[in-house]
């Protein structure tokens, strides 16, 4: 039977219809996971050493065990934003004579053999092998290994009834950030301390290696409370009945003001409101306006002036990378609808430009209360927001016409990478890195003032060809419209 | 009014379309049938500009579809749930549609009660949005937005499917209507023999992607239409 499935897969891997878009993006992943395999390597074999030289007084094996509570901590932290329960196409299955715990325990069974959970292997195993070079007890040392490897087991599976239980809601992230947050807390403060109660925990098993049955039970117990949620979702009325939600309608009348783009203004804002993955994007601007709170109150930062135009574009521009990044493939479900029908391809970009434009005003507006640190960081924004109205804004757009990837509206929002292929990757350049070279040139060779100038500038001029420019992108749209249509009605 | 000539679309060496012209006058309702793969949908694409000709071209009223979009304003249809905006209650998408097609709401609102028991109560006024309705409701929804705005061209692929009994029987007089009252050249494909010679004047049979008959309807036509379908079976 897993013959069938592993076979199932692989074929699912080599003819989805995206694999050769797909594929520059898996190869980075492979090198990613090439990097971090050497690093924890690397930290593996020279740990020991290190620690050795750094605290000559203590054990390093002691220091080690001290820091797993943080590496638990963090594990599941990255694990959460990264790790997916592996996906199999299940409704197919569920009518052939295949029992349901055959499936489940094949996707947990894989889980268990993802990356995230050698990864660490290549650090514990090169660790221990060092500590039995210098003469630590090969019982001992091998336990302890094992140990490790049954804690990852358990993280493994723990982060799945996590994200299980909080996959409903867009700020899913925010009670495990809460709750590892307040035991990262309570450790550090040394209110409660765990990362010495785990590290005596842990030598103790080694010492008594009969305890080590109550990691095997822990992970037991973790794998069935998985198998007993799965199970419960492998009915088909599961996925079948959505559930119904009530409506809330508003007319919004306001956006009558902007004429013809009313339409389309209406309905991006609908899309924003009623769809999981884009009303994310609301919730990042919270976190996006907030984010200048890491740079300024920091004396570091103090004399480093170009830093406040790259804040700015992003602290004000949040919105804007955020949804513009993914015009069109918002309305990818419904294109062909779109371009059937009596509309202006204008005023449907137009649309998005306006609703773009505006949040960079109100961003900043909201950005205001930073002048508590210096009145150059309020100029810096006033500039970067020009800035992003004239010139983002449209690289944006411009952007948008070599987009080909479709996105389900109501999949999971945060931390979702459907949608996202190289035009993403490559429009980080333009969007930030120009303003920030603009405003360092003209910062370095003149003064604080002139960078800023410059930056006005380039908004204005790109404020002031506006409709030239529009024209030049709706013609791109227009060039691309059969690729984008083919492109969005192909399943991922 | 629409006028097709030497038109074919090429899939990687496979010609999965190619006619050699067709002519369809205005106020004509005109069926499509043929098996799976025939080249109905694909002609309806050409015909939307969704999908680019190989070669040739269609004209919509005169209108090179896949050089202008003139031919927009009039022109309206419903090929698949990819026509409906999911997150918009069936309300707000016919709105939508009429403030694109030029209407207000009160114009909306006046067909919208023509189509009272063709809804049958279960799309107006029922708080839900249109990805939660049942796929025959988001049929019936799409094919009544598909009539906003007095288009002179409809298209409709396959607006029998998915229908309970008592909708096909309600469109097919709505779809008649349209044709012999209103003048409107109407469009539709479908596998169902019986429903397509019901409604239609003239019915073309599609063969892989070439047009094998083409009928003005009549008594004898689903008798005929059947014989080709069991014919092609036998071959």
New interface residues.
Partial sequence: MIKHFLNLEWKQFFRSASFGKGLALKILMVFLALYFMVTFLAIGVALYPILKKAFPEDDPFIIVNNFIFYWIIADLLIRFFFQKLPVMTVKPLLTLPIKRSKVINYVLGKSSLSFFNFLPLFAIIPFGIVLLFNGYNSIEVLIWMLLLLLITQIINFLNFIVESLTAESEVSFLPLILVSGSLFALNYFEVVSFSYGLSNAIIATIKQPILMVVPMTLLAVLYWCNYKLLKSKLYLDNSLQ?K????K?SEMEWTRRFGDV??FM??DL??IW??KRPRSSVFILVIGLLYGLFFYPNPIYKDMAFMYGFIGVFVTGIFLINFGQFIPAWDS?????L?????KYQDYLRSKYVLMAMSVVILFVLSIPYVYFGWKILLAHFAAAIYNIGVNTHVILFAGSFNRKKID??QRAAFNYQGTGAVQWLLGIPLMLLPIGIFSIFHFLINFEAGIASLVLCGILGIVFHQKLMVFITSKYLDSK?KM??AF?QDN | MIVTSNLSKTYNKNRVLHIESLDIPKGQSFGLVGNNGAGKTTYFSLLLDLIQPTTGHIKNNTILVHESEDWKPFTSSFIDESFLIGYLTPEEYFYFIGELRGQNRADVDNLLNQFEDFFHGEILKQKKYLRDLSKGNQKKAGIVAALIGNPEVIILDEPFANLDPTTQIRLKAIIKDLAETKGVTVLISSHDLMHVTDVCERIVVLEKGKIVKDLVTSEATLKELETHFSGAMAN
Avoid: C, D, F, W
């Avoid at chain 1, 119904?244 to 409506?247: F, G, K, Y």
């Avoid at chain 1, 479900?333 to 609808?337: C, D, E, N, P």
């Fill in positions: 959505s119904t939600q009530e409506v309608t009313a339409p209406q309905l609908k899309l009623r769809n479900g419904y294109y062909k609808l371009m059937s029908q009596n509309i509206l109501n059969h249509i083919s009605s």
